[in-house]
């Protein structure tokens, strides 16, 4: 690994000037330990840079058309003009030019926080916007009106207030508005990773806010469906469905650092905008966890999550309510209901869910904290040992194969009766299982007569 001294000292002796610049300067203000750093060269070309940087080691060309060069963790770049030419987050034409000045640079930067700078030759400071006070009195504000050219800040803007629990300056967020029209152009891909940071941060709420301050919502139907759908008050006081959504994800960040927790968390009431009526006297939300998979299944695939991870979210929209709903027939239900359960969701991940939209209230057992149905239903899987993963199927086709029955469709029909018998407790070894298919009804009338 080389230091960025030994950088430093390379470009100082080609004649260049070289700055360490973004988010690395940012982070260090706020007490944020950076991986990555950012290097800004003045007074050299494109070739003389690249020429040095190949003297220190490998170097990756990011963005050789930009000027942008990777050097071990290091990011190398040299100051470069942006013209807006076309829509979108694409539609610029860049131009590098090493005579910049400093301040020429960072003010095509989005926010004062990011458009501070260290002089490595000096080690003086550079502050030409004023991010230092930003960062003080905690507003994400932008450089200039040139912030309005580019549709990804906007989200840029919303995963920074999140992440870093800023708010918005109100002159940013009119820039922001003026890019409503361009928000559709943006590559989902990039619309995933700006959404997960939100998510990803201590405090998702505020992100989420500023979607819907900037506008920005509209690029998500189904969170803009939660606003203003009522709820009745004896079980949500705090108000509409998005208010406690928003409630539920930041308990859901409090209980767990899993991206696949805070998706759930954050689609789990997605059907009630479908299913909300008045029915004597109450908002009734009925069959509303069924009704949001599909608006899941949409929402999910336009960040460009994967398919096992939009499966398993899904799975735990559909069986959000399944822990009240056990709990509240425990003295009936049996071991098998819960292991079937496991079968189609992570228990563990569905309590934790289930925690957090109890959690998401204002109601008075919401504030004292204690939800007796998830403690109950987790104690019970960790009973069975069904807390993370469905039992492993004991009778397996090549036990079947090995018994001279021939393949075909039959076979799986019969491995389904078996695990189903399995869960309900008929037999627990390959033995006694060998011993249930052979004297099965299932066997002996379609079976033996089919083989």
């Known amino acids: ?165 800023f708010r918005i300056h109100p002159d940013t967020v009119k820039l922001c508005l003026l890019l409503n029209r361009e928000l559709e152009t943006l590559p989902k891909e990039r619309v995933g990773e700006e959404f997960k940071k939100i998510l990803n941060s201590d405090k998702p709420s505020i992100g989420l806010r500023a979607l819907k301050e900037t506008n920005s919502i509209i690029l998500f139907p189904e969170l803009q469906a939660l606003i203003n759908c009522p709820q009745d008050q004896i079980w949500h006081p705090e108000g509409d469905v998005w208010t406690h959504t928003l409630m539920v994800v930041d308990e859901a960040a409090n209980l767990s650092k899993s991206l696949t927790i805070r998706l759930g968390a954050l689609c789990h009431d997605f059907g009630k905008p479908k299913t909300t009526k008045f029915e004597n006297g109450h908002w009734r939300s009925r069959n509303h966890e069924a009704e949001g998979v599909e608006s899941a299944h949409r929402f999910l695939q336009k960040l460009s999550i994967p398919d096992n991870e939009i499966f398993e979210i899904k799975n735990l929209v559909q069986d959000h309510l399944k822990p009240f709903q056990l709990y509240q027939a425990r003295n009936i239900i049996s071991n098998s209901a819960i292991k079937r359960l496991s079968v189609r969701v992570n228990i563990k991940n569905l309590c934790l869910i289930a925690k957090a939209d109890f959690l998401g209230r204002s109601t008075v057992d919401a504030k004292n904290r204690y939800d007796p149905s998830v403690e109950w239903l987790f104690k019970k899987a960790n009973e069975l040992n069904v807390e993370t993963s469905a039992p492993k199927k004991i009778i397996m086709g090549r036990d079947l194969l090995n018994l001279g029955f021939k393949p075909g469709p039959c076979i799986g029909k019969l491995l389904k009766e078996a695990y189903n018998a399995q869960l309900d407790g008929k037999f627990s070894d390959k033995k006694e299982g060998l011993e249930w298919i052979m004297q099965s009804e299932f066997y002996l009338n379609k079976y033996a007569k089919l083989s």
């Open 1 to 165: 690994m080389i230091s960025i001294n030994t950088i430093t000292r390379a470009i100082l002796s080609a004649g260049g000037k070289p700055v360490l610049v973004g988010g690395s300067i940012r982070d260090q203000i706020m007490g944020i330990t950076s991986k990555d750093f950012d290097i800004e060269v003045y007074k050299l070309s494109k070739d003389e840079l690249e020429f040095v940087l190949r003297t220190l080691g490998p170097v990756q060309s990011v963005g050789k058309n930009f000027g942008v060069f990777k050097l071990f963790n290091f990011d190398i770049s040299l100051p470069r003009l942006e013209n807006k030419c076309g829509s979108g987050h694409k539609g610029f034409m860049v131009q590098n030019n090493h005579n910049l000045t400093f301040d020429e640079a960072a003010k095509r930067r989005d926010f004062t926080i990011n458009s501070m700078g260290i002089d490595l030759e000096t080690g003086r400071f550079l502050d030409p916007y004023n991010g230092r006070d930003d960062i003080k009195t905690k507003t994400l504000k932008a450089v200039s009106d040139s912030f309005a050219e580019d549709p990804l800040r906007v989200l840029r803007a919303c995963q920074f207030a999140a992440r870093f629990q």
